[in-house]
């Protein structure tokens, strides 16, 4: 009979992170060891990006052959998870020393988009599940600690911390984008934004796309402009606060146990269909109007 109360046997890479898989009792020459074989992976990262990461780049660094490393690591995967667990490293303890949440969980995204611009290949390890590796739990921890003594509830520290985590994989995968382009071009990252400035300059017109042609002329796609990433993080923490305050000073609404019954009512169907509908006739007619203003300013353009 099976005993379902038993542990669950851990994957390999989870097991080699946390330091209680055995280690080979005879390795090659003793020289090779998964510490080695890990931090060589990560040099070929940085370098040349995940995807000129393999078991035989790795063996060929080190000057072992490539079934050599199948002792210490079962698979690419397994080595994946390892590197990412090394590039991320242990989050800073000034963290944990910030004054108050705000404070803590901004230097938490900005040191988490640091750790983007040494290592950008992390970018590209998929996301496979809950973290369960140390270093990144060390992370998370460290992210959940700064809304520690909040009102908040766990469910909603974590949906925070996800949200923020968000915005700093956004930041890292668009200035790695960046880098590579002006890279691959031989230019800066300041002259890709001019240059698309330049672009949108001669593409962009006030009637087919407003907004785009007042923020054009603000300067807001030039290379003199402020990167938008921090204010984005800190409005972003302006609405935790705000959720604060909401909870503090409106008490919950009551549940009506019977809203669901009457949504689902053929007159209240029948309503919200017809709403549905008045919003979208509404939306037309304001394309119309658009295209009936562009082509007036068309026409007078030409008198």
């Known amino acids: 009979m099976n005993d379902v109360t038993s542990e669950p046997e851990l994957p390999h890479a989870v097991a080699l992170a946390w330091g209680v898989a055995a280690n080979p009792q005879r390795g090659p020459k003793r020289e090779l060891s998964i510490e080695r074989i890990v931090d060589t992976a990560v040099d070929i990262a940085d370098a040349g990006g995940l995807s000129a ?3 035989s780049s790795v063996a060929a660094a080190l000057g072992f052959t490539t079934m050599s490393l199948y002792r210490y690591v079962t698979a690419k995967d397994d080595l994946v ?5 090394r590039g991320i490293g242990v989050p800073p303890e000034t963290i944990a020393e910030a004054s108050g949440w705000r404070a803590g969980l901004s230097l938490w995204a900005a040191e988490q988009t640091a750790v983007y611009g040494r290592h950008p290949w992390l970018l590209d390890v998929p996301i496979a599940g809950t973290p369960a590796t140390p270093n990144n739990l060390a992370w998370l921890d460290a992210a959940l600690q700064t809304l520690a003594g909040t009102p908040l509830d766990q469910h909603e520290r974590l949906s925070i911390v996800l949200a923020v985590m968000a915005q700093s994989r956004w930041e890292g995968l668009v200035s790695r984008s960046y880098e590579e382009a002006a890279r691959r071009a031989g230019i800066t990252p300041d002259d890709i934004d001019a240059r698309g400035s330049a672009m949108l300059e001669q593409l962009v017109t006030a009637e087919e796309f407003p907004a785009v042609y007042e923020a054009l002329h603000a300067g ?11 204010f984005g993080l800190a409005r972003i923490i302006d609405g935790v606060e705000g959720y604060f305050a909401g909870r503090e000073a409106t008490p919950p609404e009551p ?3 019977l809203l669901d019954r009457a949504e689902r009512e053929p007159k209240v169907r029948e309503a919200a269909k017809a709403r549905r509908e008045a919003e979208k006739q509404l939306r037309e007619a304001r394309k119309r109007e658009r295209q009936a203003l562009a082509a007036a300013r068309d026409r007078l353009s030409r008198k």
């Open 53 to 55: 990461v393999s078991m």
């Open 220 to 230: 807001v796609f030039g290379p003199a402009g402020p990167s938008p990433f921090p």
């Open 255 to 257: 549940v009506d146990p």
């Open 81 to 85: 998870m390892l590197m990412q667990e």
